[in-house]
């Protein structure tokens, strides 16, 4: 196994954030990156500018709303396939998956759900189901996986600040844990949880009511990463610091670094 830098992050607005992303970029230089909620048709996706980050691309958009990408330092993404099976009346760009490097890379922006209950909440589950179908197929493939991005789910209370001003929010209600811990229980492994397994650990804090400066956070930016993969975690943290930049996402990087060995536990 090639060691590797694996980072998700929710840009919220690649046009306006470019600089914020490419600043982070020349900063903590990871090698493969899934990107979220570009808010960007395709001819607005800043290619020229990620390549001469030393970034390939591959990317898709939607304009104002959703969107994905995937990035590989000094290489180039093979695209693999767009969107989910199952879910192919989908006009939303949820997903994308690609071989990077070794590692084969799903790349989602899941539904956020709210609000619930209603069609929101209902087009959530029925996405989250085809996830979880093809995931099932991605764990047995034998290949290194990880499925990389904002879930829009906080997976227990320990992943959130308080848990009572959410509970009517899609990202907690049961259905959208048990979602979640169906993957689990296919055999991925949560890579930040699994390494800080009581620690609370926010990728997200929300722009209203100072939640950034009270550390009021949620944890719903998830790297998953199948038995292939799994043996090589070796680190796993939070970029911070980038939610604190001006003009800043309402979401942090969050990555994990894969080492040549297998590491012992």
């Known amino acids: 196994m090639k060691a590797l830098k694996i980072a998700t992050f929710n840009i919220n607005g690649i046009r306006s954030r470019l600089p914020a992303l490419l600043a982070w970029l020349a900063r903590e230089q990871p090698d493969i990156v899934c990107l979220q909620e570009l808010k960007a048709a395709d001819q607005q996706f800043p290619r020229e500018a990620l390549e001469a980050a030393g970034y390939g691309c591959l990317y898709q958009g939607q304009p104002s709303w959703n969107g994905v990408a995937i990035l590989a330092r000094d290489s180039e993404p093979l695209e693999v396939r767009r969107g989910l099976p199952g879910m192919e009346d989908d006009q939303q760009s949820r997903y994308l998956e690609a071989a990077v490097q070794g590692v084969l890379v799903g790349c989602l922006y899941l539904p956020n759900g709210n609000p619930q209950p209603g069609p929101k909440f209902e087009y959530k ?53 048990a979602c979640f811990e169906q993957l689990l229980a296919q055999g991925w492994v949560d890579a930040v949880r699994h390494l800080y397994p009581e620690q609370r650990i926010y990728t997200f804090w929300d722009y209203f009511r100072n939640h950034w400066a009270r550390n009021a956070g949620l944890r719903i930016d998830h790297l998953l990463l199948n038995p292939d993969l799994a043996p090589y975690l070796k680190r796993a943290g939070v970029d911070a610091w980038v939610r604190n930049e001006a003009k800043a996402s309402d979401h942090a990087p969050v990555w994990i670094e894969l080492g040549r060995r297998r590491q012992q536990r």
């Open 125 to 177: 589950l029925r996405w989250f189901e085809c996830l979880i179908k093809h995931a099932q197929a991605l764990h047995g493939s034998s290949h290194p996986t990880v499925l990389a991005g904002d879930f829009n789910v906080v997976p227990t209370d320990l992943d959130i600040y308080n848990p009572r001003s959410w509970l009517k929010d899609a990202l907690l209600q049961p259905e959208s844990r």
